[in-house]
């Protein structure tokens, strides 16, 4: 079925947090963005809807952020402590959260029990990181591709074309299907757009929010930023 845009608190808003959540904002998600640091908070306040300018690790600062009301909080400051105190105080706010740590290199592997998922932004850029935070949404894979977008679409049950076959449907001249829904063979004109399967699909970044509410049922747009 198609995914509703999500609520994400993004906490760190410098260089990872900031371009993860200009992702996200694009994608048409909620973002929530907490930055202790005031200058960096004056630097990237227009670009989002909600930027706290406080520290995270306070009980009344994450709670005013909302957990219980949100899908997803990322902690992507430097401080590997931090992260994680950030990400197990909202678990105990919301039990449903699903949590990204942002780590090193060293350390990475080594919280698996205890969030959802963990990110090195050195080793996974800012696409990669965002993939991560929207979960079954629609995802952007890093590419050598240029300007083509290449992503991930679950086919929603009451989307335009769920049902349909790929020779029938009407998608923008900049779009491609490579897959079929088992991702088992490369996607042909009798392949059928089955609900709630997912597929690879190679898209031209202004035909992007089409293609996906296309697919899904779900409104998105791209939005920039560096």
Known sequence: MAT????VIIVG?????????RLLDGYGHEVVVIERDPSRCAEIDDHFPTVIEADAT???VLREADPEASDVIAALTEDGATNLAVCLAARRMNESIYTVLRTDTESRHEYGELVDS????????ARLIANEIVGNAPRVFNAVTGDIEIVR????????????????????DG??????ADASTVAGAETVLEPGCQYIVAVDP??????VELLSGTVRTVGGGP
Request: proline share 12%.
């Open 206 to 211: 202004d035909d992007f929010g089409e293609v």
């Open 4 to 7: 509703d845009p999500l609520r």
């Open 153 to 172: 679409v679950e086919v929603g049950t009451d989307a335009p074309l769920a049902g349909e076959t790929l020779a029938d449907v009407p998608l923008p």
């Open 118 to 125: 963990v990110v090195y932004p050195e080793a996974a850029g």
């Open 58 to 60: 306070l009980p009344p």
């Open 13 to 21: 808003g410098g260089r990872v947090g900031y371009r993860a959540g």
């Open 175 to 180: 779009c491609l299907v490579i897959t079929d």
